[in-house]
Nanobody, 124 residues
């Protein structure tokens, strides 16, 4: 069983940066790929980024590529999402999720554990 807790959300002006954290508890975290997803008001949850268990393989949504960077510190059982050049359209609740596989995935139904989410609001 893996439990995930996101933090680091908040209100930022357009062009600013935030770093989200996803702290995990439970065994086997280093064997789990972690994904970041977001859900804007009135919209479906969508894929943002995924990082493999080793941290060596990364996958990003096209719209976030070049602005967002995922990383992880397995010694701390924590995954990060560095978000730069933020835009108002990045406003959403951001979720991290872990899967019982070390391989990245952009599909929500391939993730087994989810955090409660952290709110990010970007003002124009």
């Amino acid at each position: 069983q893996v439990q995930l807790v996101e933090s680091g959300g908040g209100l930022v002006q357009a062009g600013g940066s935030l770093r989200l954290s996803c702290a995990a508890s439970g065994v086997g975290f280093s064997m789990s790929a972690v994904g970041w997803f977001r859900q804007a008001p009135g919209k479906e949850r969508k894929f943002v980024a995924s990082i493999s268990g080793s941290g060596l393989t990364l996958n990003y949504s096209e719209s976030e590529k070049g602005r967002f960077t995922a990383s992880r510190d397995n010694a701390k059982s924590t995954v990060y999402l560095q978000m730069n050049s933020l835009k108002p359209e990045d406003t959403a609740v951001y979720y991290c999720a872990a899967r019982r596989s070390s391989f990245v995935s952009s599909y929500q139904n391939e993730y087994d554990y989810w955090g409660q989410g952290t709110q990010v609001a970007v003002s124009s």
